[in-house]
């Protein structure tokens, strides 16, 4: 299935390239399986330093998993195995926090 993710920016440099892209996960992906292909696809942007943190959520901005950059830690606050096109349909956006 496809996907149509979205992030934040993260510097003006960032503002002027298109922060989307269509992401094709398989049709039986859960939401655990989101950030391995996000990685994949080198879609959010790279920022060294701080352990930046990116929340992923719905089309409803409702906030799902967590992922921390420099820990590579991920925090669900869903269960793991929820299937992905019941969380988050066609869409999914990633917010980005410099410091949390």
């Given at each position: 299935?496809?996907?149509?993710?979205?992030?934040?920016s993260v510097c003006m440099g960032d503002d002027v390239?298109?922060?989307s892209r269509n992401i094709g996960f398989a049709n039986d992906a859960t939401v655990s399986d989101i950030i391995p292909v996000i990685k994949e696809n080198r879609f959010l942007?790279?920022?060294s330093g701080n352990d930046v943190l990116w929340k992923c959520s719905s089309k409803d901005d409702r906030h799902f998993l967590e992922y921390y950059?420099?820990?590579n830690k991920t925090v669900f606050h869903i269960p793991?195995?929820?299937?992905l096109i019941k969380i988050c349909g066609r869409e999914m956006h990633f917010s980005y926090y410099s410091h949390y």
């Open positions: 299935m496809t996907i149509y993710c979205t992030r934040d390239a298109d922060n942007a790279s920022v950059t420099k820990s793991e195995n929820t299937p």
